[in-house]
């Protein structure tokens, strides 16, 4: 393997990681707060792509507005799954809200076959993502250094919004103890609405990252990725949002490396992930970061 | 009432069961035959989860996965060699995978056997964990039996499956083991060891202090669960006869999920009426996904309109009445005669 | 006489917290022993220690001679040691009979499968646990109440019910976490007639929790006084009740509430 290539390798990583680092966010924000496994949010992140490729050919909207949209309608989505199918059951068993997520992700998932069929569809990308770019003679593609940085820009947002602003208090107030917050007037319902606008924001941008890497948009897309992510923020440490970068990004080298090293086992690429949740589950639940429970939001 | 009234009447029902099959067996289309055994099959499924979720409290998604591994043993072994000679067509089979035969009833026993072989193995690790946690592993499990049915070609046939599977599944054989997992399941939920199952469901410290040993319990009710989901999963690959890999998604367990909780987590009368329902509103519903000729006006089909209704309603479910159709309780022949007296009376 | 129950130097350590120090404790065949401190004094983590909850960091619980210090809750329990808890907890969804026959289950000697295929044996078995179970709930007072769901009981019904539940498991040595909590006083003196009256008709040894005194004073043969997880008094109810220490832990304990 020379070296070209497997820079090539630990990029795709890097990119893959970064991917699942956005939705993994969203998870483990929620699970932090409400102890749920919110499995619509695969569907929110497949929302995202599908919602610029709409913006863009229905609308005809330039490339940045459809992307900008995208995210905002997404979020609002977010909101409202939370408000109609989580919110009625705050004081109900913790399984009978994560049935009504499975609902919720199956419902999605369907709409979104009526809505745009089941083909697999092309996703519009920009020109200048496809050009390649000349880094210290290596050649690469702008789009696997777009997808990093709009990352990492996307993350250092939401750090700020979680620990320097007076709703991202609310939130770690929340996630802490929810009924003291309540007692204390943090307004819940508010802020867990800003949680769930938030993470489906960053699953929305994972999502139209997603289909420019990948490019073909289909209805089930999210539940693989959804569920690696999930994964990944198990395997940080569920609740803690460094934990949920860290686990993304250690997920998705692995994914590729081992691909890269182990080509027999491409086949089998998708168990692996669900291997890792199992033992990690079974050797260490609260994963890399869990344990540190002042990183919990 | 007592016990020989029961025994009667019991055998009462079973003999107009057996009637009625008869007279469907006779009269009916074919079409309609296909859904009475569906219905077996999934009430056979329904019970089954309910067993590990809905009386014992175990949250698990691994149905498909269970399912899977029954499909595949049952089909692998009343193929004939001959037929899964020119099946393999990626790779050959291995000669004892190709060699394995044997009549259906051992083939779904075994299939069943298989899958809670599988189930032993991953409780034991598993079964430690609470809930949602539980949940997400066992789906975790359910996916890797599927990934790995797409790459053991020299097995599964891989991402093609089986063809051709002989469609010993009519409505005797779908029945008798549907009737067979009721009575075992009803057997054990009215002993004292199914009272302890339900005690571990409401409060698993107040029954380990009762001296009652949980993980054993649990993972025998887990076993016995899988055990009869691989069964579910043996019928239905003779039944429909063909499987891949495809058909065991996540779709699977959700269908099967939808079942125990609208007739009833803990109810076993509400999961024979809610798989019944659900398998007549789901095939039901394939009309719906099927364009539509009114007079000259043909509306076109719409897919995916099935599962919109489907998962819809098992929100509503979820939101309005959590407990189901049933809740926790039983149409028993002592509610029965009290609903006659009620009726005379009045 | 012989201890029938023998806890040895327990301690339970949480993380740099120690509940219960070097808790030592010998209980002789056939007494009824109380464990008293204020809120907090490591009282039910000491129960918890000897039924199998807890693993205690150090120290040995002995049974009849036999050491099962750290062995699961049900084997405990099938050792010869029942409990209730503090926060009653029954099996809301089911009747007050099937919460007895839960605590049959551990004596049971045919296997789950024998009454799924009608063994006889099995049939019989069960038929025996229901009478046993009815003559238990007779025992506490519930005959008319077995068919009726555990949850709906009134209060007291649902301590004795727990009462029975652990009765059912066939136990040596019982231990009461706070039995007479909620009751007015008329129901603490019946209280204490009953818990007498098992200890005689079951042959059991007793150790229990209490906050009423006069129920402790009343019942009690021997008392252990708790306070921060150190046992600082042990003697009879007339012994405690002099014990300037115990007047001192007690009274500071009020101090403080009046503070």
Redesign the interface.
Known sequence: MTIEILLQHLLNGLTLGSLYALIAIGYTMVYGILRLINFAHSEIFMLGAYFVFWGVTLFHLPWPLALFGAVVAVALVGVLVDRVAYRPLRDAPRISALISAIGVSFFLQNVAIVLFKAIPREVYRPQWLEDPLLVGGVRVLPLTLFVPIFSVLLMLGLVYVVYHTKPGLGMRAISKDIETSALMGVPVNQVIALTFGLGSALAAASGIMWALRYPQLQPVMGVIPGFKAFIAAVFGGIGSIPGAVIGGVILGFLEILIVAFFPDLAGYRDAFAFVLLIVVLLVKPTGLLGARSEEKV | MNRSLHIILNCGVVGCLGILLALAERFLDGYSIQILNLVAINILLALSLNLIYGFTGM?SLGHAGFMAIGAYVCALLILTPDQKATLFLLEPAYPWIEAAHAPFLLAVAAGGLAAGAAALLVGI??L??G???L???T???A??VR??A??LPRITNGALGFKGIPAYADLWWNYGWCLLGL??VV??L???????L??IR??E??????????FRLKL?SFTLGAFFAGVGGGLLASLLTTIDPKMFL??MT?NV?MMV?MGGL?SVTGSVIAGAAVTMILEWLRFVENPITVGNLTLPG???????V???L??AV??FR?EGLMG?REITWERMAAWVRRGRTA | MKALVEARDLTMRFGGLVAVSEFSLAIPKGAIVGLIGPNGAGKTTCFNMITGFYRPTSGQVVLDGQDITGLPPHLVCRAGIARTFQNIRLFGNATALENVLVGMYVRQKTSWWQSVVFWPAALREQETQRTRAMELLAAVGLTDMAAEKASSLPYGAQRRLEIARALATGPRFLLLDEPAAGMNPQESQELMAFIRRIRDDFDLTILLIEHDMKVVMGVCEHIAVLDYGVTIAEGSPAAIQANPKVIEAYLGEEALAHA
């Open positions: 949250f690790p598993l430690r964990l809930d949602d946690y949940g997400i592993a789906l975790g499990f996916e890797i990934v790995l797409n790459n009575l075992i057997r054990l009215g002993s004292t060891t199914g009272q302890c339900k005690a409401d409060d410290i107040a029954a380990r202090a009762m001296g009652v040993d949980a025998l996540f779709t959700f999920l909780v803990g719409i897919p995916g309109m099935r599962m919109v489907f998962s819809l098992l929100i979820i939101l959590r926790t």
